[in-house]
């Protein structure tokens, strides 16, 4: 989808719109107040120099927030009102680090009688590895819930 073409994607090797983010301290923070989830994992320098990181790490469901914001953009109405999620984390983010998405429609499945796109998400670090990985099911026709 880009902006001379803002068709809903919606057939196999659609893209969707790349989403570029990059992580801060301040956003962990936020994120700790809004969730409730003050882990010294994200917050606490000295604690976290002690783990196998070696320093603060975002939240992950922070960093999967930029898949949702993706999705949104893609399908506004229909994330909100029937789009699901399958993902698996892959790896830490660390404050200051630019994260890219990634988003391709795999396939168009008829679910009672709707058509629900299958989309290959991911969220990459700048040096090319992977943070977040795994599917998104969005319907392209109807609001119908997945």
Same mark, same amino acid.
């Given at each position: 989808? /880009? ?7 919606? !057939?196999?090797? #659609?893209? @969707? !719109? /790349?989403? $570029?983010? /990059?992580?801060?301290?301040?956003? &962990? !923070? ?12 994200? @917050? #606490?320098? %000295? ?5 196998? *990181?070696?320093?603060? $790490?975002?939240?992950?469901? @922070? /960093?999967?927030?930029?898949?949702? !914001? ?14 699901? @999620?399958?993902?698996? *984390?892959?790896?830490?983010? *660390?404050?200051? %680090? ?5 988003? %391709?429609?795999?396939? &168009?499945?008829?679910? =009672? ?5 299958? $989309? ?6 700048? =040096?090319?590895? #992977?943070? $977040?990985?795994?599917?998104?099911? &969005?319907?392209? =026709? #109807?609001?119908?819930?997945?």
């Amino acid at each position: 989808m /880009t902006p001379n073409n803002p068709r809903t994607p919606s !057939e196999p090797g #659609d893209p @969707l !719109e /790349t989403i $570029i983010r /990059t992580i801060t301290q301040a956003q &962990v !923070e936020a994120y700790a107040k809004a969730a409730g989830d003050y882990n010294p994992i994200h @917050l #606490d320098p %000295e604690f976290a120099a002690k783990t196998p *990181f070696g320093r603060r $790490i975002a939240h992950g469901m @922070l /960093t999967l927030a930029i898949v949702s !914001e993706m999705l949104t953009s893609a399908y506004p109405e229909r994330w909100a009102a029937g789009g699901r @999620l399958k993902v698996r *984390f892959r790896g830490p983010v *660390f404050p200051g %680090e630019t994260l890219r998405t990634t988003g %391709e429609v795999t396939r &168009v499945n008829e679910v =009672d009688g709707a058509r629900v796109a299958e $989309i290959a998400i991911g969220v990459r670090k700048e =040096d090319g590895s #992977d943070v $977040i990985t795994g599917q998104a099911y &969005v319907p392209v =026709d #109807d609001v119908h819930p997945v």
